[in-house]
């Protein structure tokens, strides 16, 4: 055992949620967690959560609390039995994670845990990963957390290669290099019913739009990756919003259904087009589950974040710029 753990090693890192604008759904390998397409995302400034890993030669089990409550514990140790084997040690942890907004509700909890958790847990085990690496052990976790280890625009492989040592994700563009505006309208606070790894396994199995959605996503992966390029909101916006309303097709015709949303999700998407037909640039994303996020231009972001405030059944909207990638706090 490495002696430098005895003392009960300590680190604490904090992670960005992020948005896919090209989703990732399916897997190629659900044991290694390998994506069956790519995506692309962005990272949130406003959204992180700050975790802590603490190792302890006393404990038999890891342990496992978030928002101050404790939690099972089973994916979180898949991630730490990949770190201790890299030392090889054994020693159990108590991580100790808290979020900024909701947890399991469409927000992306799982992507900035799992990114938080592979920086902390791998600094309080005293190693030094690249981002590749990082990228690659929080995919492990949640494929979605491969992205949160990069800041700004990122853009996840799914690689060919069997063992998954090619399917991590890797910047486009730093958070400052573009600055688009996010906000999110969130339209429900509870946990959602279907959490998308289960979800995704079942659209592969009886959604028979699943293939099309395979074959179509290179396609708009090298669509969204020339308008980032180019910088040209009204490409990246309409592609988005494009992707997302395939993939809720393909949630939609799972057997049974995947319905995510519910009616402000839909009252905040008709006042996303709304305000386009007003003639603002601003276009809407979901994910798995009811919030509405909505990119805009900055200069914009004040009358989408009134508009989105306005729609019945909003509880609360929160506006974002573009955020770093996961970091050491301690
Ligand atoms: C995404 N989502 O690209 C898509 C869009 C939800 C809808 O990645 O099974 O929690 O842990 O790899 O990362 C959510 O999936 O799934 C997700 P696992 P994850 O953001």
Not at 277 to 293: C, L, M, S, W
């Amino acid at each position: 055992m490495d002696e430098t753990l005895g003392g009960g090693a300590t680190a604490v890192a904090r992670a960005h949620s992020n948005i896919a604008l090209v989703k990732y759904w399916g897997k190629r390998d659900a044991a290694l967690n390998i994506p069956a397409v790519g995506s692309i995302s962005v990272t949130l400034e406003a959204l992180y959560t700050d975790t802590r890993v603490t190792f302890r030669p006393d404990l038999a089990h890891d342990e496992f609390w978030i928002d101050g409550s404790r939690s099972d514990a089973t994916r979180v140790s898949r991630v730490l039995d990949l770190v201790r084997a890299r030392v090889g040690h054994e020693q159990r942890v108590v991580v100790s994670s808290t979020n900024n907004f909701p947890t399991g509700a469409g927000l992306a909890s799982s992507a900035s845990g799992f990114a938080a958790l592979a920086v902390a847990a791998t600094g309080a085990a005293g190693l030094e990963l690249t981002d590749r690496e990082l990228s690659i052990l929080a995919r492990r976790g949640s494929g979605s957390a491969a992205r949160s280890i990069l800041g700004g625009f990122a853009e996840m492989h799914t690689g060919v290669a069997a063992d998954g040592s090619d399917a991590y994700a890797e910047q486009l563009l730093g958070a400052a290099d573009w600055p688009v505006s996010v906000t999110v309208a969130i339209t429900e606070r509870g946990e959602k019913s279907i959490n998308s790894t289960v979800g995704m396994v079942e659209s592969a199995a009886t959604s028979p739009f699943y293939p099309t959605w395979l074959d179509s996503a290179a396609e708009d992966l090298s669509e969204m990756r020339a308008a980032i390029a180019a910088r040209d909101f009204a490409r990246l916006g309409q592609l988005s919003e494009y992707n997302c309303l395939k993939m809720h097709a393909l949630m939609l015709t799972t057997r049974p259904a995947l319905l995510y949303w519910n009616a402000a999700t839909v009252a905040a998407l008709h006042a996303v087009r709304g305000l386009r037909a007003d003639g603002v640039p601003a276009y809407f994303t979901i994910d798995a589950g009811p919030q509405v996020k909505v990119l805009s231009l900055p200069a914009d972001s004040a009358v989408v974040q009134a508009t989105l405030a306005l729609v019945p059944g909003v509880l609360e909207v929160r506006g974002s710029t573009l955020g770093p990638g996961a970091h050491r706090l301690a």
